[in-house]
């Protein structure tokens, strides 16, 4: 599913947290921001504290526009309505849990009652020091921001979410001789 992402800009997300997260071939280049101009306005990371809260460690400009304010420190799962918040959580834990990235596709609106369709890319970031307790996130509008009219998105809600794809595990065979 995640190949089939329906934005341009959730699909090189993924393929970039691929290439940086693959032990292969060395060779290949690291993703660069030219590549992705219009993208670093939308991106996030989230950190998992102690207490089990997933707060923004960062966040472009573009989503503290659309959301009409500062998200540094502020609770991830507090942006979505409350029936939502264990669907966003348990797909956090699939995403570190799993490590792969997953994709929660769904409907921010604004208090008018204005509503757009989104999409939220959420990859695990790894280092010696975190153990995937920092998630790399794209915030993405699927059209519609004229409707919006510079007002800020106070709620979201989940359409669809697409957990990270189980690793496929190759057949092992094993050899066992009896010299009896």
Sequence with gaps: MLDRAAHPHTRAIIDAWR??????????SDPKI??????????????HSEDGIWTFANAGKDIHNVI???????????????????????????????????IIRGRAETLSGQVVEIEVALAPLR??????DRILGL??????????????????????????????????LRLVASNE
């Design 19 to 28: 290439r940086l997260s693959s032990n292969a071939d060395q060779n290949t």
């Design 34 to 47: 030219e590549d992705f101009p219009n993208l670093l306005g939308s991106l996030f990371v989230l950190r």
């Design 68 to 102: 009409g304010r500062e998200l540094l420190d502020h609770d991830f799962l507090k942006l979505w309505r409350g029936r939502d918040m264990s669907l966003v959580g348990a797909q956090l834990d699939a995403v570190r849990y799993g490590s792969a990235p997953g």
């Design 127 to 132: 280092s010696p020091t975190t153990n995937a």
């Design 139 to 172: 915030y993405q509008m699927l059209g519609g921001e004229g409707l919006l009219a510079g007002r800020p998105i106070w709620r979201h809600s989940v359409g669809a979410i697409f957990p990270p794809e189980a690793p496929r595990e190759e057949p092992q």
